[in-house]
């Protein structure tokens, strides 16, 4: 079955420690992205990568990093999460359509 | 800067019912899409229209897409309950190489039996 799996589903982290959400599709896309989705402003682009070992910014990029070291797979990374990261997190794989995981639920206090 | 605009916000309807939910944008684009969440889940792609002119239909869903109106509308009819959820509207990358979505907020639609 085609998938995008992310994990954790769901995460609560206090300020500063380093976490990672992971991301792997199925599908041999080469193109991968992650979104952000907060209340009254939709979703909202991060990070994207056409492939591997290519990345750039999204459209809010800051506090975040990812890497793409093998086609399948695309972390995102916190280094130092703060208050303000405290989202829904989706990642995304392919190209039209976009298809989408099952978002990761983060909380920052 | 492209911004996508969906109206309403929220729509509450009866069973039965037909309605439109609007999708205007900002920038030339040809590609658009529609995607469904319900609460607590995933987005689920319903029509990607990639032509001015474009209809698709599945089921009592319809999207269309107006180029040059810069207008996508998604119809609804005869609403049942398990139309329920939020629907968004999604605006093509221009940017060659990112096929970045910018979405519109969303309408919540909820169908009152």
């Known amino acids: 079955e085609a998938q995008v799996t992310q994990n954790p589903r769901y995460l609560i982290t206090v300020t500063g420690k380093k976490l990672t959400v992971t991301c792997s599709q199925n599908?041999?896309?080469?193109?991968m992205s992650w979104y952000r989705q907060d209340p009254g402003l939709g979703l909202r682009q991060i990070y994207y990568?056409?492939?591997?070992?290519?990345?750039d910014k999204g459209d809010v990029p800051e506090g975040y990093k990812v890497s793409r070291k093998e086609k399948r797979n695309f972390p995102l990374i916190l280094e130092s999460p703060s208050p303000n990261q405290t989202s829904l997190y989706f990642c995304?794989?392919?190209?039209?359509?976009?298809?989408f995981g099952n978002g990761t639920r983060l909380t920052v206090t | 800067e492209l911004k996508v605009e969906q109206n309403p916000l929220f729509l509450s309807m009866q069973e039965g019912k037909n309605y439109t939910i609007y999708c205007n944008y900002s920038?030339?684009?040809?590609?658009l899409y529609w995607y469904r969440q319900d609460p607590g889940k995933s987005l689920e792609s319903l029509f990607v229209?990639?032509?001015?002119?474009a209809v698709k239909q599945e089921g009592r869903l319809m999207a269309s897409l107006d180029t040059k109106a810069r207008l996508s509308t998604l119809h609804i009819t005869a609403a049942v309950h398990d139309l329920s959820a939020t629907y968004f509207c999604?605006?093509?990358?221009?940017?060659?190489?990112?096929?970045?979505?910018?979405f519109g907020t969303g309408t919540r639609l909820t169908i009152i039996p």
């Open positions: 995304a794989s392919g190209v039209v359509p976009l298809h």
């Open positions: 599908m041999n896309h080469e193109y």
């Open positions: 990568s056409m492939n591997v070992e290519v990345t």
């Open positions: 920038t030339t684009s040809d590609r």
């Open positions: 229209l990639l032509s001015n002119g």
């Open positions: 999604a605006v093509g990358g221009t940017n060659f190489g990112n096929e970045k979505l910018t």
